[in-house]
């Protein structure tokens, strides 16, 4: 598009030449503001996808500490180089349009021939353009390396622990097999019995096994992405690492192929939409899933449109726990409760005549002697935690269900004692028939009669 612009009419070699000398140097400076920026912006990205996999960096937390750093080094670079250039006067007519010339073209390399403008222009182009393009690819495939290598390191571990857990529920499993002691009663102790066979460790190992495997996915996700921007840069600027070996052989400008040069011009200019593509991809995936019908273009139009980053499937619960890292813990979410819900069933609590006059002796000779049989207390915790609330209620249904099984468990001891003190009084007196049959008997004569 500036191609136009950054040629006067005395390039014969450019049919398209619109500008003059001051439009061809505001327009070429524009030009390698951007190829330099976008080259050290792609450092940037992969910095950001360094700190959020291997330092556990939040995306606040980046906003705030890292992010006006990898702004502010490309932006200065960039403005650096453009202003370099422009005090040496080192944007000139070339063969085809203005770039980093000596003017007039080719006197650098011939002695006879006086440069009259950018004479630096040789050492501004190695340094904003050549060494530039080196590092930033050097950098990109080294910070690349560095978060695949922590990823692999990461995973490893997880194999190890998950192994360590696996042969702990199998102990467990083994102990609870073998162990024959009878459930409590109690539901705290029966909770505690159930830790220590192994069921909770299931479970728990169980939760942790879900949580690693999430966050190994989320690691390869971004490692994928980050791959992909490796990718656009190599793409982008790959013809522009054949054009610098082909100035370093002392090859001339006429002698590079005319597909290359259209190459160059036509795809390095489309990098920083290969970019928004690539960070755009997954939330554009997200909302083809959530409608199937529509088409790719659709849903990156709505993506866009909403902020790239405004999809329903991303709550804000998994922007903060998006980062992976298998050394921290994620932090308690409203939606997922710390403590699992304990599962209350009648059957769980029932008993019978025996273990409540059991419990009765205990707590009668708990007295006569002084002694405290009640379970240790918890620590008081505060009054609007969920736990708290959840434990309370718990404890609640479980006394309510104990009363109303023991008044109906005394109520039949009451009906059972009563039935076997007249059984022992008709026995006494030579009766063959308890009373209460004796009774029936007689209403049914009388009816008789």
């Not at 992969?46 to 750093?69: A, D, G, M, W």
């Not at 736990?387 to 209620?393: N, S, V």
Request: with cysteine; hydrophobic share 35%.
């Amino acid at each position: 598009m500036l191609t136009p612009f950054r040629a006067t009419q005395e390039i014969t070699d450019n049919a398209l030449a619109v500008g003059n000398h001051t439009s061809a140097v505001i327009f070429t400076a524009i030009m390698v503001f951007g190829i330099a920026g976008s080259q050290m912006y792609n450092v940037s990205l992969s910095v950001y996808y360094l700190y959020l996999i291997k330092y556990n960096y939040r995306e606040r937390k980046f906003t705030q500490k890292v992010e006006p750093y990898v702004h502010m080094i490309p932006i200065m670079w960039a403005l650096i180089g453009v202003i370099s250039c422009l005090a040496t006067q080192s944007f000139n007519p070339g063969y085809s349009n203005y770039f980093l010339n000596s003017y007039p073209n080719g006197c650098n390399k011939d002695d006879e021939i006086d440069c009259t403008r950018g004479k630096a222009a040789p050492i501004m182009g190695l340094i904003f353009g050549a060494l530039t393009l080196v590092v930033s690819l050097l950098a990109n495939i080294l910070i690349l390396l560095w978060i695949w290598r922590h990823v692999y390191t990461q995973e490893k571990k997880a194999d190890a622990i998950r192994l360590r857990r696996v042969s702990t529920i199998m102990q467990s499993n083994l102990r609870r097999a073998s162990n024959t002691t009878p459930t409590s009663s109690d539901p705290r102790r029966r909770l505690s019995q159930e830790s220590d066979t192994g069921v909770l460790a299931q479970a728990l190992s169980s939760r942790r096994s879900q949580i690693d495997s999430s966050r190994r996915n989320m690691s390869r996700r971004f490692l994928r992405q980050a791959f992909w921007y490796l990718i656009a840069f190599l793409v982008c600027y790959g013809t522009n690492f054949i054009l610098l070996i082909i100035q370093i052989c002392g090859q001339k400008s006429d002698s590079i192929p005319f597909g290359l040069r259209l190459w160059t011009r036509v795809i390095r200019p489309l990098h920083g939409i290969f970019n928004m593509l690539i960070f755009t991809y997954p939330h554009t995936r997200n909302k083809r899933k959530e409608e199937p019908s529509l088409s790719y273009f659709a849903a990156l139009l709505y993506v866009i449109r909403a902020g790239c980053d405004n999809d329903e499937n991303d709550t804000m619960s998994t922007r903060r726990n998006r980062t992976p890292h298998s050394s921290s813990r994620l932090p308690n979410r409203k939606s997922q409760k710390s403590t699992p819900k304990r599962n209350v069933s009648l059957n769980s609590y029932k008993t019978n005549s025996n273990a409540i006059a059991m419990k009765g002796q205990e707590d009668q000779i708990g007295k006569a002697h002084g002694f405290n049989f009640a379970p240790n207390t918890a620590p008081t915790k505060c009054e609007n935690d969920p736990e708290t609330k959840h434990e309370a209620e718990d404890d609640k249904n479980i006394k309510t269900m104990e009363n109303s099984l023991t008044s109906t468990t005394d109520e039949n001891d009451e009906g059972f004692n009563e039935t076997n003190q007249n059984v022992q009084f008709d026995e006494e007196n030579g009766d063959i028939f308890p009373s209460s049959i004796k009774e029936n008997v007689s209403i049914h004569e009388e009816t008789a009669k």
